[in-house]
């Protein structure tokens, strides 16, 4: 379903690049885990996250403990809350992509290019782990992408949503 709480965006967007080149399952088992290591995916104290804070995550055992993955959460703090100042919010910024409705399976090629648009321009702003893969896989977990099948529950709510105008 379509998700507009900058902290649940931010916090699947890393997620999904926790993810990358493992199971989505193992990223599912951790989550909870997750929440606890990343101050619950809050951007403001992750950025200010010390050397010491690091190194503790790396020997967390109930997280993915790769180096880079651990710095990108970091860096991605950083670059979410240069967004939310400069747009107001990150829902606002990554809505944009999808002209704030959900696109339908109908609508693949073009899901793909704004896949590959997202993740350009977010490295541009300083992302990290957020190919046009993890982008498009981010774009499904938070409801941009409709890629329910036409007779699955979700499809049919989504339909609706889509129909409502952006505020």
Known sequence: MPAHDDRH??????????????????????RANYRAAFDHFD????????????????????????????????????????????????????????????????????????????SKELKKRGFRFVGATICYAFMQAVGMVNDHAPYCFRAKMLARYAKRAHP
């Open 43 to 118: 951007a403001k104290a992750i950025q200010r996250y010390t050397p010491a804070k690091q190194a503790a995550l790396l020997r967390d055992p109930g997280i993915v403990r790769n180096r880079l993955k651990i710095q990108a959460v970091i860096d991605n703090a950083r670059a979410f809350r240069a967004i939310q100042s400069e747009f107001g919010s990150f829902d606002e910024y990554i809505w944009k992509y999808v002209l704030y409705s959900p696109l339908t399976r109908t609508k693949r090629r073009r899901a793909h290019a704004v896949s590959e648009l997202m």
């Open 9 to 30: 965006l931010f916090e699947m967007l890393n997620l999904e690049g926790a993810q990358a080149g493992l199971s989505w399952l193992t990223i599912l088992k951790k």
